[in-house]
Each structure stands twice: as C-alpha cells, then as structure tokens.
C-alpha cells in the first residue's frame, strides 16, 4: 500500500499520523487483525501521540504495549511502564491530574509530549528494524510540528537511535547511555541546538532487575526539565 493511503491527517496542526488500518508493516498489521478478533473491545490500532504540541519536551518510546496502549489508546496508559512515567511527570509538574490507567481519567500532560518509534504493537515487544524504519516518517512529522521543542528524552536504545535518524544524524556519533545528556548539532525552533537525554525503558522488566529505579529515571527528567525551565 502506497505511504500515502497509510496514512491520515491529524487535527489542525496535528502531523501526519497512520490510519486505523495501516498496513505497511505487514507483520505487525496481522497482529493488529488477530487481536481484533480475540479483542474485539481493545483499542487495537497505532496509537497516537499525548500531549499539547506546543510542549517544549518530547519524550520518545518504543511501541504500544499489548495490555497497555495497544488496549488503551493512550501512549503507556494501563501498564507497568506507564505507572513508572506517569507517576514521575506528576511528581516533576510536567504533567496534571490523576492517573487510573484508562484513556479518560483525568491526567493531561502539560509541559512535555509523548510519541512511540513505533505507532503499532509489535510480537513480543520488539519491532524489527525494517518496521522501525517504515515507522520513522511518523516521528519524522512529529518532530517538525513541535513549535517550542527544546528538548528530547528517549526512552531505551531503540528510541534513542529512531530519534536521531529522525532527525537525520548517525546514531554511532552520540552513543546511548543511561543519564547521558547529547547536546545535537541540530537547532530546535527557538534557534538553540536541541539536547537529547537518554534512559533506560520504564519497562517491567528493567525495573525488576533494578536497571533502573525510580530515582534513576527521576533524574533523567529533572535533567531535562532544568533545559526548559
């Protein structure tokens, strides 16, 4: 299917996102189909970005969990990982209300954004590089609406290296670690370079293992907030 009819227009001044039915992954669109079917009552489509586009920080993750945002709608809305980020943007101001892990609670984001690499579910959580490129023109449009962008957080390796292809530099040149902070050769609207901070995924997984702990990645977006305040 042509990029074009996989595609539609967002709101007013919204980017470009894939339609309900988008089929240029064939492998993750079969998933999308299967969990119609055993769910008919789950969200089950690429998920959208959350968040005012006039956020000065885009926090940039992998892909819609099966029982989280595939479900939901929401980006990290309904599991582990979005107890973890949420719970932290509350904390820091950067976002408001109550989150009960359901798309029509009360949280709304206030100072930051969220988008996926990856707009649909992939098996087992991990997309394949041919569907992360195939996804990466999404984020691509993402990031050239932003008017206020300053600042970027990405959400474990995959993140980090889609964000930087996105915004056309080579991954091998600003190396993802943990807590690192990359000031990019590349001017965000204000006319000022656009500094990108890494994190490991809010994952379950990495959470249980004390890869990262609450504290850890606490300090990652008081890092970042210091760059918008």
């Given amino acids: 299917m042509p990029a074009a009819s996989a595609a539609r227009s967002g709101p007013k001044g919204e980017p470009r996102q894939p339609s309900r039915d988008c089929s240029l992954c064939p492998r993750l669109a079969e998933t999308r ?28 993750g992998l892909a819609p969990g099966r029982e989280g945002a595939n479900r939901t709608g929401r980006p990290f809305t309904g599991d582990w990982a979005g107890d973890l980020l949420f719970a932290t943007l509350l904390k820091l101001g950067l976002a408001e209300g109550v989150y009960e892990e359901r798309a029509d609670d009360s949280l709304r984001l206030t100072l930051c954004r969220i988008a996926n690499s990856v707009r649909c579910l992939p098996p087992a959580n991990k997309p394949l590089p041919a569907e992360i490129a195939t996804c990466r023109p999404f984020l691509e449009a993402e990031l050239q609406a932003l008017p206020r962008l300053r600042v970027l957080v990405a959400l474990g390796r995959i993140a980090h290296e889609s964000a930087l292809r996105a915004l056309g530099l080579k991954p091998s040149a600003f190396p993802f670690g943990h807590g690192t902070r990359h000031v990019l050769p590349v001017e965000g609207p204000s006319g000022q370079p656009l500094h990108l901070f890494d994190s490991y995924h809010c994952s379950r997984y990495n959470t249980n293992t004390g890869r990262l702990t609450a504290p850890m990645f606490e300090a990652v977006f008081r890092a970042a907030l210091s760059e918008i305040q």
Avoid at 39 to 60: K, Q, R, S, T, Y
């Fill in 33 to 60: 189909a299967a969990l119609r079917l055993s769910h008919p009552d789950w969200f089950n489509a690429p998920v959208p970005p959350l968040g005012p586009l006039e956020a000065p920080l885009l926090i940039v």
